[in-house]
């Protein structure tokens, strides 16, 4: 099936007046959520998940949509006006977006992110339609090895190319692997990690996970150690100039090369959206004739990187939809729910569910398009969102997290698991270890545990068929050079000094830059 | 936000960070623990003669090679970076009677969500988690608890068709 047929089939699928409830419920609640200062996208996904548990998957999936660019949209509020991006995709635009809002251009601020999400979220979107069947049909044709190349790939550049430290990303990464490990083993059936426990068989639940690491763990720390309870926010202010003609002008481009940057980078398993902000903002500064502004709230440094992350967000599900194989929290996110309906993402999938697919796919961009008409007229509403107290948003961040986690199976071991699992995610924050490498080491661990064994299993036990494929070679020389362009962006990064090697050095350089 | 850093202290003498030694210490039990749970699988019957055994030894072999490194680097100084959260957190002092309260708070709902039903127990871990993040309204925030948690009961059981603990309140 080409993608046009694809797209039209999903149309007719999330074109009807129930579809499109859905759609819109699931666009609301995902910027409602997703617009709360800590909260990104993949938790959003997690904590909303029990809502779909009574409904048919195609509704579900349509939701999904909705949540899933509705939580998008959502992160960059918050970081234009609070300067807490809720994920790392979101910090490069928490940069100049909230130095603008500062200066009271806050509105022209929510209004480039706003369209430019819009933009390339439609581009990607529709380049995601057009390039899925394509990549199926590459896709059929991979071996186990293969699969287990690109999946090495997705671990090493999710743990060593994001965040601070690699080291740190590593060691989350294979904390990951290890939950996954537990339970039984899916060919021998014998137990691994299981220590006697009963309940252990089953392995540990990945919505469990999920909502320990990022929702318990945030409250933990800060319950922990918060310095003010409350949330030092930006106004809009009454009367504030929307974008201008100049705005428009020096926005346009940016989106374009945002999209152009942001959705190649989610196609391949670069390691999440941080890069391609990061590349987006480094190009539109060097673009640009007026190289002092950035950093002190350019248009084009909220424009090109939102741009950026948004087709990033889309570039994702081509792996995810296609192969099966998550390269961010949030695709990571998007698979387990997937397994809740009990649906394996793979080549197969647009064949066998391709209702359930193109009618996701179809709803993205419908959902892009209520998004984009929720958000410019009523940012203000949104805006209101953000002056809930800090400590009634926490609690319940908290509410909610063990209700979803209660929910799924109705079981209070489950909630004893969530808060062993988020006392972890909150010594993870506390010593600088990132959450999305653990995240997805224990989803992707044990699909890439299948293929791997049955690699060997094919050849007869010999290590080298790992690398008996061109492909396989392509794609670990890749990585390498991944690797090693990865360390030099990092350092040069650090050289430039505005923008240091790290999400988390950003806002405090930025700070920084202020303060002199 | 740069007033709110205390005055940089006189780099004297680094304080032994026992946290990160502690952490790199049980990742290296965590690694070891994976590492014999690897070896002491039974022998593999399939093609390959490689079974369950195999991947928890290289995640074991893995991962007590990374806290070894991890290790290095903290001997040599270079520590962690805290997460930035909402860019007010200072690591430096723990406030454990908060952190008690949020972790007292998920113990009561484990210990009372069958038997007290889940509008009461949601309320009173809405009610802890707010004390402990500076809410000091005390009726105010029971109220919302409350509120909160009724419609949220009434969402899921009457909406969502999801079950959730009735207790002794019996709606």
Same mark, same amino acid.
């Given at each position: 099936m080409s993608g046009l047929e694809g797209l039209l089939q999903g149309l007719s699928v999330a074109v009807t007046p129930q579809a499109l409830l859905f759609a819109l419920l699931g666009t609301v609640v995902g910027t409602l959520i997703g617009v709360l200062p800590g909260i990104g996208p993949a938790l959003t996904i997690a904590l909303? *998940?029990?809502?779909?548990?009574?409904?048919?998957?195609?509704?579900?999936?349509?939701?999904?949509? =909705?949540?899933?660019?509705?939580?998008?949209?959502?992160?960059? $509020?918050?970081?234009?006006?609070?300067? $807490?991006?809720?994920?790392?995709?979101?910090?490069?635009?928490?940069?100049?977006?909230?130095?603008?809002?500062?200066?009271?251009?806050?509105?022209?601020?929510?209004?480039?992110?706003?369209? =430019?999400?819009?933009?390339?979220?439609?581009?990607?979107?529709?380049?995601?339609?057009?390039?899925?069947? /394509?990549?199926?049909g590459v896709a059929v044709k991979l071996g186990a090895q293969d699969y287990f190349a690109l999946m090495v790939v997705a671990f090493l550049s999710v743990s060593a190319l994001v965040g601070s430290s690699p080291l740190r990303g590593m060691i989350s990464m294979c904390l990951g692997l290890v939950i996954g490990l537990v339970g039984i083993d899916f060919q021998s059936g014998q137990q691994r990690l299981v220590f006697g426990q009963v309940s252990l068989l089953d392995g540990i639940d990945t919505v469990v996970l999920?909502?320990?690491?990022?929702?318990?763990?945030?409250?933990?720390?800060?319950?922990?150690?918060?310095?003010?309870?409350?949330?030092?926010?930006?106004?809009?202010?009454?009367?504030?100039?929307?974008?201008?003609?100049?705005?428009?002008?020096?926005? /346009?481009?940016?989106?374009?090369?945002?999209?152009?940057?942001?959705?190649?980078?989610?196609?391949?398993?670069?390691?999440?959206?941080?890069?391609?902000?990061?590349?987006?903002?480094?190009?539109?500064?060097?673009?640009?004739?007026?190289?002092?502004?950035?950093?002190?709230?350019?248009?084009?440094?909220?424009?090109?990187?939102? &741009?950026?992350?948004?087709?990033?967000?889309?570039?994702?599900?081509?792996?995810?939809?296609? *192969?099966?194989?998550?390269?961010? &929290? $949030?695709?990571?996110?998007?698979?387990?729910?997937?397994?809740?309906?009990?649906?394996?993402?793979?080549?197969?999938?647009?064949? $066998?569910?391709?209702?359930?697919?193109?009618? *996701?796919?179809?709803? *993205?961009?419908?959902?892009?398009?209520?998004?984009?008409?929720?958000?410019?007229?009523?940012?203000?509403?949104?805006?209101?969102?953000?002056?809930?107290?800090k400590p009634y948003l926490f609690a319940a961040i908290m509410t909610f997290a063990l209700l979803g986690t209660y929910a799924v199976n109705g079981s209070t071991y489950d909630v004893a698991l969530l808060l062993v699992l988020g006392a972890i995610g909150y010594l993870m924050r506390r010593f600088g270890f990132s959450i999305s490498p653990m995240v997805v080491g224990a989803i992707l661990g044990p699909l890439a545990e299948v293929q791997l064994r049955r690699a060997l299993d094919i050849a007869g036990g010999d290590v080298l068929t790992l690398v008996s494929t061109p492909f396989t070679v392509v794609v670990y020389l890749t990585l390498a050079a991944m690797l090693v362009g990865g360390y030099l962006l990092r350092r040069r990064a650090a050289r430039e000094g505005v923008l240091a090697s790290a999400g988390e050095h950003e806002v405090d350089h930025a700070d920084e830059a202020r303060g002199q | 936000m740069t007033a709110e850093f205390a005055p940089a202290e006189v780099p004297q003498r680094r304080p032994i960070p026992w946290g990160e030694w502690v952490i790199a210490v049980a990742l290296l039990g965590i690694g070891v623990v994976v590492l014999l749970d690897g070896l002491h699988q039974a022998a593999s019957t399939s093609a390959s003669g490689v079974g369950a055994g195999f991947v928890p030894k290289v995640v074991g072999v893995l991962l007590i090679a990374l806290s070894l490194a991890l290790m290095v680097q903290v001997a040599r100084g270079s520590l962690g970076? +805290?997460?930035?959260?909402?860019?007010?957190?200072?690591?430096?002092?723990?406030?454990?009677? +908060?952190?008690?309260?949020?972790?007292?708070?998920?113990?009561?709902?484990?210990?009372?969500?069958?038997?007290?039903?889940?509008?009461?127990?949601?309320?009173?871990?809405?009610?802890?988690?707010?004390?402990?993040?500076?809410?000091?309204?005390?009726?105010?925030?029971?109220?919302?608890?409350?509120?909160?948690?009724?419609?949220?009961?009434?969402?899921?059981?009457r909406l969502l068709d999801i079950s959730l603990p009735a207790g002794v309140l019996g709606f």
């Amino acid at each position: 099936m080409s993608g046009l047929e694809g797209l039209l089939q999903g149309l007719s699928v999330a074109v009807t007046p129930q579809a499109l409830l859905f759609a819109l419920l699931g666009t609301v609640v995902g910027t409602l959520i997703g617009v709360l200062p800590g909260i990104g996208p993949a938790l959003t996904i997690a904590l909303l *998940l029990p809502l779909t548990y009574g409904l048919e998957p195609e509704l579900a999936f349509i939701m999904f949509a =909705g949540i899933y660019y509705g939580a998008m949209y959502g992160g960059s $509020t918050t970081s234009i006006l609070l300067k $807490t991006p809720g994920e790392s995709g979101s910090v490069i635009t928490a940069i100049d977006g909230n130095k603008m809002a500062r200066r009271g251009r806050g509105a022209a601020a929510l209004a480039t992110a706003a369209i =430019g999400s819009f933009v390339a979220g439609t581009i990607a979107t529709l380049l995601l339609a057009f390039f899925a069947p /394509w990549m199926v049909g590459v896709a059929v044709k991979l071996g186990a090895q293969d699969y287990f190349a690109l999946m090495v790939v997705a671990f090493l550049s999710v743990s060593a190319l994001v965040g601070s430290s690699p080291l740190r990303g590593m060691i989350s990464m294979c904390l990951g692997l290890v939950i996954g490990l537990v339970g039984i083993d899916f060919q021998s059936g014998q137990q691994r990690l299981v220590f006697g426990q009963v309940s252990l068989l089953d392995g540990i639940d990945t919505v469990v996970l999920i909502v320990a690491l990022f929702a318990v763990g945030e409250v933990l720390y800060v319950a922990a150690h918060q310095v003010s309870s409350h949330f030092d926010m930006l106004h809009l202010g009454k009367g504030t100039k929307w974008m201008t003609r100049e705005d428009w002008a020096r926005s /346009w481009r940016p989106w374009l090369r945002g999209t152009g940057v942001g959705f190649p980078l989610g196609v391949i398993p670069a390691g999440g959206s941080e890069i391609p902000t990061f590349l987006s903002y480094a190009m539109e500064r060097r673009l640009s004739k007026r190289k002092e502004e950035f950093g002190e709230g350019a248009i084009e440094g909220v424009a090109g990187p939102e &741009a950026a992350n948004n087709a990033n967000a889309a570039g994702t599900l081509v792996p995810l939809l296609t *192969l099966g194989i998550p390269t961010s &929290a $949030t695709a990571a996110v998007i698979l387990v729910a997937f397994q809740q309906y009990g649906i394996q993402p793979g080549p197969q999938l647009l064949d $066998t569910q391709s209702a359930l697919v193109w009618g *996701l796919i179809a709803s *993205l961009l419908i959902a892009n398009i209520i998004l984009l008409a929720l958000n410019l007229p009523l940012v203000g509403l949104w805006v209101k969102i953000l002056e809930i107290p800090k400590p009634y948003l926490f609690a319940a961040i908290m509410t909610f997290a063990l209700l979803g986690t209660y929910a799924v199976n109705g079981s209070t071991y489950d909630v004893a698991l969530l808060l062993v699992l988020g006392a972890i995610g909150y010594l993870m924050r506390r010593f600088g270890f990132s959450i999305s490498p653990m995240v997805v080491g224990a989803i992707l661990g044990p699909l890439a545990e299948v293929q791997l064994r049955r690699a060997l299993d094919i050849a007869g036990g010999d290590v080298l068929t790992l690398v008996s494929t061109p492909f396989t070679v392509v794609v670990y020389l890749t990585l390498a050079a991944m690797l090693v362009g990865g360390y030099l962006l990092r350092r040069r990064a650090a050289r430039e000094g505005v923008l240091a090697s790290a999400g988390e050095h950003e806002v405090d350089h930025a700070d920084e830059a202020r303060g002199q | 936000m740069t007033a709110e850093f205390a005055p940089a202290e006189v780099p004297q003498r680094r304080p032994i960070p026992w946290g990160e030694w502690v952490i790199a210490v049980a990742l290296l039990g965590i690694g070891v623990v994976v590492l014999l749970d690897g070896l002491h699988q039974a022998a593999s019957t399939s093609a390959s003669g490689v079974g369950a055994g195999f991947v928890p030894k290289v995640v074991g072999v893995l991962l007590i090679a990374l806290s070894l490194a991890l290790m290095v680097q903290v001997a040599r100084g270079s520590l962690g970076e +805290p997460d930035e959260a909402e860019g007010d957190v200072d690591v430096r002092r723990t406030r454990w009677v +908060p952190l008690a309260v949020c972790v007292a708070a998920t113990l009561v709902f484990i210990v009372g969500v069958e038997p007290l039903g889940y509008v009461i127990v949601s309320s009173i871990v809405f009610w802890l988690t707010a004390w402990a993040v500076g809410a000091r309204h005390v009726v105010h925030t029971a109220v919302i608890g409350v509120v909160l948690s009724v419609v949220v009961y009434l969402a899921f059981t009457r909406l969502l068709d999801i079950s959730l603990p009735a207790g002794v309140l019996g709606f």
